[in-house]
Every structure is written in C-alpha cells, then in structure tokens.
Nanobody
C-alpha cells in the first residue's frame, strides 16, 4: 500500500510558478508509475501529467504541455509537478496518484489509479 501527501499549493499571479510535491510512504513507491490530476469546482477530475516508475517516460495533457514538468526522486519517495507560466484556468485542487497499471484504462483516466493523495489547492489570479 502507498500513502500519498501533496504539498506546495498556494496563491500565485498569472505568469508565476509553483512546485508541487507528492511524498509517498511505503517501500514500493519506486515500482509505481505516477500521475497528477486536477479538479476545478464543478468540473470532472482532469489528467495533467504522468511519469513512469523509472522517470524516463513522461506524458502531458495538451493544456499544460510546455509549461508543466513532472519529475520524481525515488530515493526521496517523491514526485514533483513544476508549474510555470501559470494561467487562471490552472486553478484547481491538484492530486497525485499511483498508477495501478491496469490496462483496461489509459493513463489519462482516473479509474486506472488506485492510491490518491488528499490534494493541494492552487489558485492563479489574473
């Protein structure tokens, strides 16, 4: 089992940057691919980024490509989301999640993930 705790959210002006962290407990963290999702009020949970267990392979939603970077440090049991050039539409609660690797779903679908953090709020002002 993996427990996930996100941090690093806050209020930032448009054009600014934030770094989110997701700290994982459990010795199996390095075997999991990981994802970041976000959910704005009244909207469905939305895929943001995915990183393979090794960190070699990454994948991004079109809406964040070129602005966000996902990274991980398996020695620290932590996955990061570096967010640059933030826009008001990036405002949401951001969640990290551990990928179950269940091939019934592609990595952009929340049902594929079986451990979730509690989320961290990001607010981008215009």
């Amino acid at each position: 089992q993996v427990q996930l705790v996100e941090s690093g959210g806050g209020l930032v002006q448009a054009g600014g940057s934030l770094r989110l962290s997701c700290a994982a407990s459990g010795r199996t963290f390095s075997t999991y691919s990981m994802g970041w999702f976000r959910q704005a009020p009244g909207k469905e949970r939305e895929f943001v980024a995915h990183i393979s267990w090794s960190g070699i392979s990454t994948y991004y939603a079109d809406s964040v490509k070129g602005r966000f970077t996902i990274a991980r440090d398996n020695a620290k049991n932590t996955v990061y989301l570096l967010m640059n050039s933030l826009k008001p539409e990036d405002t949401a609660v951001y969640y990290c999640a551990a990928d179950s690797a269940d091939r019934r779903w592609i990595v952009t679908i929340p049902d594929r993930y079986h451990y979730w953090g509690q989320g961290t709020q990001v607010n981008v002002s215009s």
